[in-house]
């Protein structure tokens, strides 16, 4: 079965452009626009890894990424985190993320922080 990645952020070009880029790697995407809800849509959908936008409409990225991480069903899934803001590692630390990306970012860098947050998944 496909690894399945979750993408929140309200951008469609980036939605746009990492859904091809990992689809084509064999990952089955999901993405969502807004942190609404976030719990709900993360346990519906079971994702292997979750990319969290920080400036996502809803709770916002810090308190999306705290919810998950903070809720018994959801704390074991890797969470990277991915900002054009400067301070990415402060802000991904702050919202107990477990990887961050700063934007922008090359396909290679999203690539590798995906198979990176996934390698503990695959040696299970």
Same mark, same amino acid.
């Given at each position: 079965?496909? +690894?399945? #990645?979750?993408?929140? *952020?309200?951008?469609? *070009?980036?939605? /746009?452009?990492?859904?091809? #880029?990992?689809? +084509?790697?064999? =990952?089955?995407? /999901?993405?969502?626009? %807004? %942190?609404? $809800?976030? @719990?709900?849509?993360? +346990? ?22 705290? @919810? @998950? ?5 959801? $704390? ?9 803001? %400067? ?12 990887? =961050?990306? $700063? +934007?922008? =970012? ?11 947050? @996934? ?6």
């Amino acid at each position: 079965m496909n +690894k399945r #990645v979750l993408i929140l *952020d309200d951008d469609l *070009d980036i939605l /746009q452009i990492c859904t091809i #880029v990992l689809r +084509k790697k064999g =990952f089955d995407v /999901q993405t969502l626009n %807004s %942190s609404n $809800q976030v @719990l709900n849509q993360v +346990k519906a959908y079971r994702p292997d890894v979750i990319l969290m936008d920080n400036w996502i409409p809803g709770p916002g990225g810090i308190e999306a990424t705290r @919810l @998950l991480k903070g809720a018994p069903d959801t $704390q074991d899934i890797p969470v990277i985190f991915f900002t054009a803001n %400067s301070n990415v590692t402060q802000l991904a630390r702050e919202a107990k993320a477990d990887y =961050f990306l $700063q +934007k922008p =970012f090359d396909i290679t860098e999203l690539e590798a922080t995906v198979q990176m947050a @996934l390698a503990p998944l695959n040696q299970k």
